[in-house]
């Protein structure tokens, strides 16, 4: 069973812009959770999506925003990137209901030039 | 809100010692969970920890949940280099709607 894949590994961009980061969970896995993970900071959760809706958020400003599709695949989107936006920003999945253990992708690492 | 603290931030051990990182919540938990993340990978997941006093093995990894299940920990009997990594607990509150919350992490160094 082939693991959670995010797209694109690598992604620059300067301030000002927005970007699109793409997730695709493990066969099945109907939950999709997003974390930012900087240096020092651990995992900061963003939110979690179940059957295309959000159903848990974290303390993040709104240029930070996502979404998943029928297919249990999830995007996230960033807004006005700033310099402090510059992170690892990691996708998990998980079977359904919220507490399960997650499954968490390579990651996607964003640099704001 | 509620916090998941782990401790403590760094461990530096020579090859052979053990090593022990513990979490602690704020609230009750439903369960909590473990994952490992080796320098420039992904956390993995580890083991779930559900009922209360737990104890799970896996090889050299004793983990532990507390009787009043708001703390537990990562034993790791005689370290290796393979060790090395950033450990995290995962506390899942079951109140409200289930909620995973990480704790900042422990990184490990094996020196050989």
């Known amino acids: 069973k082939a693991g959670v894949t995010q797209t694109p590994r690598y992604l620059i961009k300067t301030r000002g812009q927005q970007v699109t980061l793409s997730c695709s969970p493990i066969s099945g896995h109907r939950s999709v959770s997003w974390y930012q993970q900087t240096p020092g900071q651990g995992l900061q959760f963003l939110f979690e999506y179940f059957s295309e809706t959000q159903r848990n958020k974290g303390n993040f400003p709104g240029r930070f925003s996502g979404r998943q599709f029928s297919n249990s695949r999830s995007e996230m989107n960033v807004s006005t990137l700033e310099l402090g936006d510059s992170a690892l920003y990691l996708c998990?999945?998980?079977?359904?209901?919220?507490?399960?253990?997650?499954?968490f992708g390579d990651g996607t690492r964003l640099s704001i030039l | 809100g509620q916090q998941v603290m782990q401790i403590p931030q760094y461990q530096h051990v020579q090859e052979g010692e053990d090593f022990t990182t513990y979490c602690n919540s704020s609230t009750t938990l439903s369960n909590i969970q473990w994952y490992k993340q080796r320098p420039g990978g992904h956390p993995v997941f580890l083991i779930q920890l559900v009922k209360s006093g737990e104890v799970k093995k896996q090889k050299r990894l004793t983990f532990q949940f507390g009787e009043a299940k708001k703390n537990s920990s990562l034993h790791i009997t005689a370290t290796q280099t393979t060790d090395v990594g950033t450990y995290f607990c995962?506390?899942?509150?079951?109140?409200?709607?289930?909620?995973?919350?990480f704790g900042a992490g422990t990184r490990l160094f094996v020196k050989a």
């Open positions: 995962a506390g899942v509150r079951g109140t409200g709607g289930f909620k995973t919350i």
């Open positions: 998990a999945s998980s079977e359904g209901q919220s507490g399960q253990p997650q499954h």
